[in-house]
């Protein structure tokens, strides 16, 4: 047993044994670091259709000294674009049941993984705990397995094409020859074995020893991208935060050369300016309001956002008023004028007694089918990921780390966590956070109503809506417009899993695991 004592806290996860994992370092006297960082290695068992060991994330840390970082572990492109082969690179569809997404996989889809090297450097710089009490309960359920859930399910039937597209995939997610189903366990003892390892050798056994080698050489052979020079070479990038006003409050995200922080913070300047606390929730001017933020902000980012990513001045360019002035004349112009009328992603929200507070996003992309041998990892497919090359697929430019929609939210009011927020969803991460943002902030809504609100999501033309919004009185003011509408019959994981903690004034804390994802949250009160 520790001898530290147990730390007061809340954590929300993407499933109950993920959170629970978090709790139980809180309650040996871990801090809310230590609870990520657990709950990161357990989400990687019984999360691994959305994470993975292999793939990459960040994580948004406020510490109880006031310091604010962000820890980029994101994946970094290969060094060459050049293959001794035809790239091992294809497309599959992810069928959602109201709406379809291609993706691709193979070696050719395979960026360097960041995940290992940033979950063990965060570990060292803030956490507490000795790392083999952070990895035990992962290893535990990889070992006993765990019961497969419906979500789990439902999300092992839409990444189907992935998870039996190689024999070492079948032998995890199709052992007996069909898909697991809800009611089925999972096991995965080749990784509780790696974690062992990886306790006792660190990072550099994954980065700089034989499974590099095996890695590297696999692509070589069979029309992969990276190299060993790729892997031994990783590094985590630590950034400032990026710093937003709203209201009395300041939101903190995920810097350039990411987009969803910058997006997120764009979309807030421009909500700011049209009072949405004036207006009903899910009223058809709430629609509007949104719809048209979230239609000026892709706009903004088509003109020349995604082309100047790592300039080190993007993000004060982007958000400076003489950029937002014509948004905001446009976005107030259009709503005059109407009048009355899968990614797959994970998150984890910790926080703690002592006001520590971490938001962590980490994702495998849809992974891509490829599993390290003797590890039960499946690495990432992120250059197989249209969102991730706005430049066109093969077009990504070399050893420079992606950019992501990932967003690893923190909320402070008077310069104390409030909210600690994120999202999995590809790129409807953006606007899962804004609208949950604005349900706090807005509209007063405590956390668990705001992240369970009915949620939207415009792009390209297309406007997607969960039940309850008004459709007859929308469609009645015109407000769609030309827009390809989706009424959804039920909330979906499309719209993203906001997983959020929150504590108030009087330091109650709070959270709430998005149902969408089929999410969890703890409360411990040592």
């Not at 060094?79 to 379809?100: L, M, V």
């Not at 070399?398 to 927020?421: E, F, W, Y």
């Not at 953006?430 to 369970?452: H, K, P, W, Y």
Request: proline fraction near 6%; hydrophobic fraction near 40%; charged fraction near 15%.
């Amino acid at each position: 047993m520790s001898s530290l004592k147990p730390n007061r806290g809340a954590i929300a996860a993407g499933h109950a044994l993920t959170a629970e994992a978090g709790a139980e370092m809180l309650r040996q006297g871990g801090n809310a670091f230590d609870a990520a960082i657990a709950a990161a290695f357990t989400a990687c068992v019984v999360e691994s259709s959305l994470t993975s060991l292999a793939g990459g994330g960040f994580l948004l840390a406020h510490t109880a000294a006031g310091d604010n970082r962000l820890f980029d572990f994101f994946c970094q492109t290969p060094r060459s674009q050049k293959t001794e082969r035809s790239p091992d690179f294809y497309p599959i569809h992810a069928n959602f049941g109201d709406t379809t997404q291609e993706f691709h996989i193979g070696l050719g889809s395979m960026a360097v993984p960041g995940a290992i090297a940033g979950l063990l450097h965060v570990h060292q710089k803030l956490g507490r705990l000795p790392l083999e009490k952070i990895v035990a309960p992962a290893q535990h359920w990889a070992t006993h397995g765990f019961e497969v859930d419906a979500f789990r399910a439902y999300s092992f039937k839409i990444l189907a094409p992935i998870l039996t597209a190689t024999a070492a995939a079948r032998a995890i997610y199709a052992p007996q020859g069909d898909l697991l189903t809800q009611g089925d366990r999972l096991y995965l003892p080749d990784f509780a074995a790696f974690l062992h390892d990886l306790v006792r050798y660190g990072a550099d056994w994954f980065y700089q020893g034989d499974l590099a080698h095996a890695i590297a050489q696999d692509c070589q052979s069979h029309g992969g991208y990276l190299s060993l020079e790729d892997l031994q070479t990783y590094r985590v990038i630590e950034r400032d935060p990026l710093s937003v006003a709203y209201g009395g409050d300041t939101i903190l995200t995920n810097p350039p050369p990411s987009s969803g922080g910058t997006l997120i913070a764009f979309a807030l300047h421009l909500l700011s300016q049209v009072s949405p606390a004036c207006t009903p929730h899910s009223s058809p001017r709430h629609v509007a309001i949104l719809r048209d933020v979230m239609g000026l902000t892709n706009l903004a980012r088509q003109r020349g956002y995604d082309d100047h990513l790592y300039r080190p001045d993007i993000a004060e360019e982007f958000l400076s008023p003489a950029h937002l002035a014509p948004y905001l004349e446009q976005l107030r112009a259009t709503l005059s004028q109407r009048g009355n009328r899968w990614g797959s992603t994970t998150h984890i929200s910790a926080i703690d007694g002592e006001g520590n507070a971490a938001s962590l996003t980490t994702s495998n992309g849809e992974g891509s089918a490829c599993i390290i041998p003797g590890t039960g990892i499946m690495m990432n497919n992120m250059l197989g990921e249209e969102d991730l090359s706005p430049q066109g697929f093969h077009q990504w430019p070399p050893n420079q780390r992606m950019s992501s929609m990932m967003a690893p939210t923190i909320v402070l009011k008077d310069g104390k966590p409030h909210i600690v927020l994120g999202s999995g969803g590809s790129n409807r991460i953006r606007t899962a956070i804004l609208q949950v943002v604005s349900n706090v902030l807005d509209f007063g809504m405590d956390i668990e109503a705001a992240v369970s609100a009915p949620r939207l999501h415009w792009e390209r033309g297309a406007l997607h809506l969960e039940p309850g919004y008004e459709q007859a009185a929308i469609a009645a003011q015109g407000i769609t417009g030309d827009d390809v509408c989706t009424w959804w019959q039920a909330p979906s994981m499309f719209f993203g899993g906001v997983h959020a903690v929150a504590v108030d004034p009087d330091g109650t804390l709070s959270g709430i695991g998005d149902g969408r994802r089929g999410g969890a949250w703890v409360v411990v009160d040592s």
